[in-house]
């Protein structure tokens, strides 16, 4: 009997502009980075990461830091996806891939976080518009929800970092 | 003509119990760690960082998600130190030095940070309680604010990551 192969969704990074391919948190090109990356699962989005050893709070838990970052990244990913799809795209479909920064991050640390077991978060849109996209997220370590996120994400500006950004 | 000395301010994180040294952004006993110092700068509080090469968002600018570590370790350490001088210590006395955990962390995005230049941010108290303290921040790079912050911290529980916390 042959081992069904499972189809593994596509991750909105790795279609990302290799321009904007270079983040700590996401980019596939960063060799140091994290490389986040972020699925649709049904109607929502999701992002899995098991942290390293070192990302440690206390001993036994999740850096805040870490997951701040897991959450923007995830959001950021997520509101690509959610444009993506309203243009009636998925991963992998040659039209150019939206990029968004984040405008802000709200992270609410509801219990703390263990480490060493995968992490999952899970990203609904609250609002969805052309240019601002707000990702509601819920991060659960072993099925429990351990922290909350919200981020309003924009779509990235042309002229991103020129003194007028 | 002797070079007169500069008596750098202590970092409370020197002064954390061993036990609570791991941390990633700030723990000194972490050896992959961000090492992230939080010091007395008159009436506010300053935490220096100059993020590495590979702490990048896209090509020139500095990653959000590093962004919130250093914002997140910095309002804790800043929330010990406040609580540390009510008490009449500083760093460097005998006194337990208090250990806070992060509750939320809100982050505003106000323009891209630049990558390669020492990041300084700079820390006020919006409230000081014996077991909550609530931390305003701002991020400056070559002088100008990029970000700002909002830390909600908390004493950490003695039965911190027990079911019960």
Redesign the interface.
Known sequence: MEEKEKVEPKAIQDYYPD??A????C?RL????LHFRTVWDGEGTLTRFLP?P????????T????I???I??HSTGSASLALYRARGHEPGDEAPVPRF?????????L??TPLGVLLEVRGEMKSLGERKVVVESKLYADGILTVTGEVVAVL?PEN??SSS?
Not at 30 to 33: A, F, H, L
Not at 63 to 66: P, T
């Open positions: 321009s904007f270079w983040c700590y948190g980019g960063n060799e140091k980075g390293r070192e990302h440690i709070a206390v001993p036994g838990f850096y805040g830091g870490l701040a970052s897991l923007d990244c920064v984040t405008a802000s991050l709200k992270v609410d640390f219990k703390p990235m991103f970092g950004s």
